[in-house]
């Protein structure tokens, strides 16, 4: 299995991007997309994540102004983000969870910037 994520950028701050995770590599069934972040010299957080059962969790700094979704046919996750804080600049990460084989698969990650 192989994720790709897409997408990053510079963007001023309250403006908007559009993350996207593609994934691929045979047959497998998604338990989960989450979608995770790394800030210079900070550790990896989690910024949210969406079930095969379409449940959402996020975390509290971007409740309200991320969505995640996601596209089965073209099996791809979505990270809506809006209204971006300096804050939010980090290399962001998509992670999946694969039912019988774990959540260790992670794409490349992809540089989101921030400009005040």
């Known amino acids: 299995v192989q994720l790709q994520a897409s997408g990053g950028g510079l963007v001023q701050a309250g403006g908007s991007l559009r993350l996207s995770c593609t994934t691929s590599g045979g047959t497998f069934v998604l338990n989960a997309i989450a979608w995770y972040r790394q800030a210079p010299g900070k550790a990896r957080e989690l910024v949210g994540e969406l079930s095969s059962t379409d449940y959402t969790r996020y975390a509290d700094f971007v409740k309200g102004r991320f969505t995640i979704s996601r596209d089965s046919v073209k099996k791809t996750s979505y990270l809506q983000m809006n209204s971006l804080k300096p804050e939010d600049t980090a290399v962001y990460y998509c992670?999946?969870?694969?039912?019988?084989?774990?959540?260790?698969?992670w794409g490349p990650g992809t540089q989101v910037t921030v400009s005040s």
């Open positions: 992670n999946a969870d694969i039912l019988g084989r774990g959540n260790g698969y």
